[in-house]
């Protein structure tokens, strides 16, 4: 919380929104929107702080489900190399690295509709082993049963994500094979078992504004909100059914981002997918919308790294620290220690869909 944060004048946290507030919201000037989402967000966050998130990928493609945006179901031609389950060894490896290179939570996620009997004993040797280690642990890795949840919260995994994508009236459009139900309870099992959650939805999916507020009805209106919101932009790959939709006005992404930030003050609201795509303009907007969390990619440790350095860099022209590191006065140390910071994600664009 903002250590100058005035409590007297804090928004309240409501859990009793209503579809015409939001769409009111919605409806709002931009640079109204923008305004009362900057000032929610300084009353509850230090406005120049951002998390960085790293992600793994334990296991990747063949997954038996629909969603229309991802190019890990096996139903679609995306000519994405499927992957098996990752040994607990290296996965684990994977975590000592991150940990060595700064990062202090570390993100699973699995291409499943849900995990098997099989599966639960390697996930959570891996929470285990991760645990161990001094870090933070979180999941994605499909629907959970009351059983499974428990079994991961007893194992020590404090964070699960699974998220609801879009409106429960637009849903049918994007998925299947799991209906909306099939999310909620999860997620109400993820509760029951004292894990915190991580739920948000994609944007630009070609659904109309009333069904990005629908979503973020649905987050806002939870008896306890979301740790975590990712917000994502569709990433349109080839061979997916959304492959050629008509990409979304950018300034309705932020104000997507800037409701989420108004209906939520104490979420984390990350920006996900599609970051690769935004020009630093956008996302420096985000961050004015209240955005405070991003994802880093595995591609970026095994290429030449200009992202890493264009990310940093950013960071470093518009004044913002990496939330929970020490903020360095000489600003060579502060910019070696946001790289470092960095190298420490680990995702890719393939993943960045894959979120549940
Ligand atoms: S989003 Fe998840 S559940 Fe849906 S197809 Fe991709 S990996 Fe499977």
Request: with cysteine.
């Amino acid at each position: 919380m903002n250590a100058s944060m005035n409590l007297s004048s804090a928004p309240k946290i409501r859990n009793d929104w209503t579809r015409s507030e939001i769409a009111e919201l919605f409806a709002l000037p931009f640079s109204d929107l923008m305004f009362q989402a900057q000032s929610t967000h300084r009353a509850f966050f230090n406005p120049n702080e951002v998390q960085v998130s790293t992600l793994c990928s334990i296991k990747t493609g063949a997954c038996p489900e629909d969603c229309a945006y991802c190019p890990q179901s096996a139903r679609y031609d995306t000519g994405l190399e499927r992957e098996k389950l990752m040994a607990v060894e290296k996965v684990i490896e994977e975590a000592k690295a991150a940990k060595a290179s700064g990062a202090t939570r570390f993100c699973m996620g699995a291409a499943w509709r849900s995990p098997k009997g099989k599966d639960m004993p390697y996930v959570t040797s891996m929470v285990q082993g991760v645990k161990s280690l001094g870090l933070e642990t979180c999941m994605t890795l499909g629907m959970l049963d009351q059983e499974q949840a428990q079994t991961l919260a007893d194992a020590g995994l404090d964070y699960y994500n699974h998220n609801l994508d879009t409106s429960p009236e637009f849903y049918g459009e994007i998925i299947t094979t799991r209906t909306y139900q099939d999310r909620l309870t999860t997620l109400d099992n993820v509760r029951s078992a004292g894990m915190k959650v991580c739920c948000g939805g994609i944007v630009g999916m070609g659904e109309a504004e009333s069904d990005r507020a629908g979503l973020l009805l649905q987050l806002a209106n939870m008896s306890e909100h979301p740790e975590s919101v990712p917000i994502n932009m569709l990433v349109k790959v080839e061979g997916t059914p959304l492959a050629n939709q008509v990409d979304l006005d950018p300034f309705d992404f932020i104000r997507t981002v800037a409701v989420a930030r108004i209906l939520m003050p104490q979420s984390h609201v990350r920006l996900s997918a599609g970051r690769e795509q935004m020009n630093d303009q956008m996302q420096a907007l985000a961050f004015l919308a209240g955005a405070n969390s991003i994802f880093y990619g595995e591609k970026l440790l095994t290429t030449a790294n200009p992202e890493t350095n264009k990310d940093m860099q950013l960071f470093q022209r518009l004044g913002i620290n990496a939330e929970g590191y020490e903020v360095h006065q000489d600003e060579a140390e502060q910019v070696a220690a946001i790289t470092t910071q960095l190298q420490a994600a680990q995702m890719d664009s393939v993943f960045y869909n894959a979120a549940k």
